[in-house]
């Protein structure tokens, strides 16, 4: 019996303690939960203490590479081609006759308006002598010139109409694919091949207005192109005169030698543009911004509150923004699990050296 008793006192015992210990732990609990609420619990981020320094301001764009000339050859006149004399992706010469356009009919009426020429020609000079010798009027005599001013424009118009089937290269570059071949019916609507020169090339591209008093004609940009690692040079020559109103943005030209000829017309290009170097620049991680609506915010560490600031960012690179405004120096700025934070919200922050 003595066993016995002493068996259930001592489950008596441990049950007394377990209670006792559980309600001191939930004593402890219910104290902690009134000093800090849930809404009140310090959350644990990480920040970093905003410094100053030189920032080399790029702006990172996108643009398109164009020919630095560029034309669809078609013919003046409608024909038969009788002879092709350029190879397809070949460069040529400014001035090279590309192809010739059968003349034969258009020479047929030069040899006719050149004979009425000659006619009205002696017509105007028999005329003039009579009205010298006063044996015609005046008016006469006027037909007579009309006459021949008119044979002779007739037959400068049939001599520029002869000219016009052998077209011509307006400026030397490469020519592409023809659409032609020699006894094609051609018409000035078909178009014969492109010719294009490439070596020297456009990109254009566009900026934000902000940007519009940084950037000067003579100004030099480097870009990449897609499959290439090589940095190429371009130079500013040309800058759009206004703002487009709907994009709010200024449209600018750069020209590139093209010497290794690796750059084709129609590619995108990555550009660098370089705009003012600025001391006492405030850079920050990427992660520290917070969008909104307006515009952008921050938080920082306020006697171990968070606290929301509106900032002016601008450049952007790949892990870090420019601040414009919002910020100084000396603040400490938070940078890990802003999108959780709101103002006032209680922080214990790590700041990272």
Request: glycine share 6%.
């Amino acid at each position: 019996m003595k066993v016995k008793h002493l068996i259930y006192a001592l489950i008596i015992i441990v049950l007394g303690g377990f209670i006792t210990y559980r309600i001191i732990s939930n004593k402890s609990k219910n104290e902690e939960s009134k000093k800090f609420g849930d809404k009140d619990r310090p959350t644990s981020v990480t920040g970093i203490v905003v410094k100053t320094s030189t920032f080399d301001n790029n702006l990172s764009l996108s643009g398109s590479i164009e020919a630095n000339e560029q034309v669809e050859i078609h013919s003046e006149i409608s024909g038969i081609v009788e002879g092709i004399y350029f190879n397809e992706g070949s460069y040529v010469n400014k001035g090279q006759v590309l192809f010739k356009v059968n003349d034969i009919e258009l020479r047929a009426q030069l040899r006719q308006a050149q004979t009425k020429e000659g006619l009205a020609g002696e017509n105007q000079r028999r005329a003039k002598l009579l009205l010298q010798k006063e044996a015609i009027s005046q008016e006469e005599f006027d037909v007579a010139n009309a006459d021949y001013a008119s044979a002779k424009a007739q037959t400068q118009l049939i001599s520029a109409q002869i000219a016009k089937t052998s077209v011509k290269a307006p400026f030397s570059g490469k020519i592409g694919l023809r659409s032609i071949s020699p006894g094609t019916y051609i018409t000035p609507t078909l178009l014969v091949a492109k010719l294009v020169n490439t070596g020297k090339l456009k990109i254009t591209f566009s900026i934000p207005e902000k940007y519009v008093s940084q950037v000067k004609s003579g100004s030099v940009i480097d870009f990449t192109v897609s499959g290439s690692d090589k940095i190429y040079k371009a130079k500013i020559y040309a800058i759009e005169p206004e703002v487009e109103v709907a994009t709010r943005t200024l449209k600018i030209r750069a020209i590139a030698e093209n010497i290794d000829g690796k750059l084709f017309p129609g590619t995108f290009a990555d550009i660098k543009l370089p705009l003012n170097i600025i001391n006492d620049a405030i850079v920050v991680p990427s992660e520290a911004i917070v969008p909104i609506q307006d515009g952008k915010k921050v938080f920082i560490s306020n006697n171990g509150k968070a606290k929301e600031v509106i900032v002016d960012a601008t450049t952007r690179t790949d892990a870090s923004i420019l601040i414009l405004s919002g910020l100084k120096a000396g603040d400490t700025l938070i940078t890990s699990g802003v999108m959780s934070l709101k103002n006032d919200s209680p922080i214990k922050i790590k700041v990272k050296l």
